[in-house]
């Protein structure tokens, strides 16, 4: 568990809060861009192409939920001041996913259809689910795209091969999930003070949200394939499981992450990313000079 080392798993060990800029990078992808352009896979290309479009309108969903306690969070505090990072960076990954989809809709992906699906079930969340349970639900899912995140800054080299337009776009993501993984939970715990009832909440909140969270991503990686005429290219599936669970393994090595979610001291912050994610900021810093005037990433004006 090398991103746990003994002293984080102490349950004093919280490493301080980052620092949460308001970027706002934008990305060109209408270049020659490849259909399948991670190293030509069809279904690892897939994968990222199924997170890209849940991200919008799940997104929003976290943005709404914390968002309906900014009230509640007195102004001038720290926790103020790193909601309003988080809100200007899902919002920033928002319009940027969405160009992204266009380009998946454009290859006949079926991006409305999917969406759709997300959108129901956000409809039925807001039925029956309190405003704090949707809170809960937001960071469970943060931490889903936080460990995730944490995989990519720790091990650049899962993008070794991938265009590098779309490389950018993912390694931006994963610095900017890393750097607001805390915020939905502090929020989540400034609201409900009471340890035991927070504890079973959040918990409960994992366990549902995880088995819609898996079920729907391997539905929308099945479509996209279906889209490709690759729904039984078992090759194809076959290096999507290898890849996902033996090398570079991202979901084996994601798993003592998730569990970790279980232990009554945790909080996003006791995995400590801070030297993998400045040095993954002095790339992006470094990308960002590079490409001012390029295809692949640009300040906006």
Not at 41 to 63: N, Q, Y
Not at 144 to 156: G, K, M, V
Not at 168 to 177: P, R, S, T
Not at 179 to 207: N, Q, S, T, W
Request: glycine share 4%; with cysteine.
């Amino acid at each position: 568990m090398s991103f746990l080392s003994k002293r984080s798993r102490a349950p004093s060990a919280v490493t301080p809060p980052t620092e949460i800029p308001h970027r706002d990078l934008r990305f060109t992808l209408d270049g020659p861009v490849p259909r399948y352009w991670y190293r030509g896979w069809c279904h690892v290309t897939r994968f990222f192409d199924a997170f890209s479009i849940m991200f919008p309108l799940g997104e929003k969903f976290f943005i709404d939920s914390v968002k309906h306690f900014r009230g509640e969070i007195p102004a001038g505090t720290p926790l103020a001041a790193e909601i309003a990072g988080f809100i200007h960076q899902e919002a920033t990954h928002i319009r940027e996913h969405r160009l992204y989809n266009q380009r998946l809709a454009a290859q006949g992906a079926p991006v409305d259809e999917l969406e759709a699906l997300i959108r129901r079930r956000q409809q039925n969340s807001l039925q029956i689910a309190s405003s704090a349970m949707r809170l809960a639900l937001t960071a469970c899912l943060e931490h889903y795209t936080a460990i995730l995140a944490d995989q990519l800054l720790r091990h650049p080299e899962i993008l070794d091969g991938a265009d590098p337009e779309m490389a950018a776009i993912w390694q931006w993501h994963a610095v900017e999930e890393t750097e607001h993984k805390a915020v939905a939970f502090d929020v989540f715990r400034a609201i409900e003070p009471r340890p035991l009832r927070r504890y079973l909440v959040r918990c409960g909140a994992m366990l549902g949200v995880s088995v819609y969270f898996v079920l729907d991503l391997v539905y929308f990686m099945y479509r996209l394939a279906a889209c490709d005429k690759q729904r039984a290219n078992w090759r194809e599936w076959l290096r999507l499981q290898w890849w996902l669970f033996v090398n570079p393994g991202v979901f084996t090595r994601v798993l003592p992450a998730w569990m970790f979610w279980f232990a009554p001291w945790f909080h996003p912050n006791r995995i400590d990313s801070r030297a993998v994610l400045e040095t993954a900021r002095r790339n992006l810093q470094e990308q960002r000079e590079d490409f001012a005037a390029g295809p692949v990433t640009r300040d906006a004006r």
